[in-house]
């Protein structure tokens, strides 16, 4: 993490004016120097360790909010979350720590927080009426982790605070991800940006295709959200992940760019 001008610094007798300048100075280094580097972890970005660590603590904050549903389509969630993991590279399969839970609430929504931990409502899952359409809500929610979205925001909101806290002088300002506020805020409440939410598309489609299922489902799932949106606030995993047109264009012309593939017909879920 970016370390401020320290208490050693400020004794070294230097003017309240030249700390100042220096440490803007140091601030535009670190942070030009962070942005210019390679796409790698840096001092700003959560590991894939910090990751799973931080992704779990948020996980309990979510089981003790909401009732984890045990029958059959809690079943045919993890078996689908299995399914749509071994048509995966092994490094993704094999670095985080993937569960999934299906859990009761009225909400339209899904969510995967940092490190694997991926949540699907009840909700939404009765809405569903194929296997295909299930695997288009899964395959997006695990590419974020996959693409590790949450920990690319975590380190611009970072690198933003690090620098105020340089010009403002603040010597010991925590970081955001590593407080347990800092967890539950910026965790269950993601807002991806529009590129974040393609990715998530593109992966979850190649990633259901490549298990087997049919990509019309993605197409499919779209539609069902546009209806449960209706004419109020929407659902909840429109709110997280705004269907815009251009999502709905870019996925079709994905599907169009597979025309020599000869996929399957959907599956039904049991009991839709």
């Known amino acids: 993490m970016l370390r401020t001008l320290s208490s050693d610094h400020a004794r070294c007798g230097l003017g309240a004016r030249r700390r100042s300048w220096a440490a803007v100075g140091l601030a535009t280094l670190l ?26 603590q948020a996980a309990q904050q979510v089981l003790h909010q909401y009732r984890v549903v045990h029958d059959e389509r809690a079943a045919e969630v993890e078996r689908m979350g299995r399914r ?31 490190g694997g931990n991926t949540f699907f409502f009840t909700g939404l899952y009765d809405r569903l ?20 979205h949450w920990a690319h925001m975590a380190a ?24 347990a506020a800092g967890i ?20 979850g489609l190649q990633d259901m295709v490549d298990a087997g299922y049919n990509p ?3 197409l499919d799932l779209f539609h069902v959200l546009q209806e449960s949106a209706g004419g109020g606030g929407g659902p909840a995993f429109l709110q997280d992940h705004p269907l815009t047109s251009t999502r709905i264009q870019h996925a079709r012309q994905r599907i169009a760019d597979m025309d020599s593939r000869d996929f399957r017909p959907q599956i039904p879920l049991p009991g839709a």
């Open 184 to 203: 539950v805020d910026s965790m269950l409440n993601l807002r991806y940006s529009r590129k974040d939410e393609d990715q998530a598309d593109a992966g």
């Open 31 to 56: 942070l030009c120097g962070a942005a210019a580097g390679p796409s790698r972890a840096d001092m700003f970005t959560p590991s894939v360790k910090d990751q799973i660590k931080l992704g779990n």
């Open 129 to 148: 009426k194929t296997e295909d359409e299930l695997a288009a809500v899964m395959g997006h929610e695990m590419t974020h982790v996959r693409k590790e």
């Open 156 to 179: 611009a909101a970072q690198k933003r605070e690090a620098g105020l806290a340089v010009i403002l002088g603040l010597t010991h300002a925590a970081p955001v991800w590593r407080s």
């Open 216 to 218: 019309q489902g993605m």
């Open 84 to 114: 749509l993991l071994d048509a995966l590279p092994r490094k993704d399969r094999e670095q985080w720590e993937w569960h999934f839970y299906l859990i009761q609430s009225k909400e339209i929504n899904a969510f995967a927080l940092p």
